[in-house]
């Protein structure tokens, strides 16, 4: 009669989180990083992007070798000036509060220069991604 109730038991232990419950976790925030990814029909010196989310992206850091970036956050909208020899790939990786949210966030090149600092007149063939 006791192989029953253990058998039960162990059943229910096995089964539960099949259920879905993970003991709340589901609502925490999962911090991490993201990859702004650009697409360009230019050799660029710089770009001005600005980004928007759900949440303020923390810190904002270089993604291709030999590039500086500087960054301003204010409320949910983070503006970054990136220099040096910009090329089409990986360009930024930004600290988010939840990459759960990755789809939410959004990026857009504001003004482009050539090498030698002058202002693109036209931003057509320009794409950035935001992915995880």
């Known amino acids: 009669m006791k192989t029953l ?3 039960a ?3 229910a232990a096995v089964l539960l989180p099949a259920c879905g419950g993970d003991g709340g976790t589901s609502a925490r925030p999962l911090p991490g990083d ?3 990814s650009l697409a360009t029909p230019n050799a660029d010196g710089a770009l001005l992007i600005a ?3 759900p949440d ?3 810190a904002v850091q270089p993604a291709a070798p030999g590039t500086v970036v500087r960054a ?3 409320g949910t909208t983070t503006t970054v ?3 040096g020899t910009l090329a089409a790939g990986p360009l930024l990786r930004l600290t988010v509060p939840d990459t759960r949210q990755a789809g939410r966030y959004t990026a857009t090149v504001r003004e482009a220069a050539d090498t030698q600092n002058a202002l693109r007149g036209s931003l057509a063939g320009y794409a950035l991604a935001v992915t995880h």
Do not use: S, Y
């Open 81 to 83: 000036a990136v220099f």
């Open 72 to 74: 301003h956050t204010q």
């Open 9 to 11: 038991l162990l059943l």
């Open 5 to 7: 109730p253990r058998a």
């Open 34 to 36: 993201l990859t702004v």
């Open 51 to 53: 980004i928007t989310g």
């Open 56 to 58: 303020a992206v923390g």
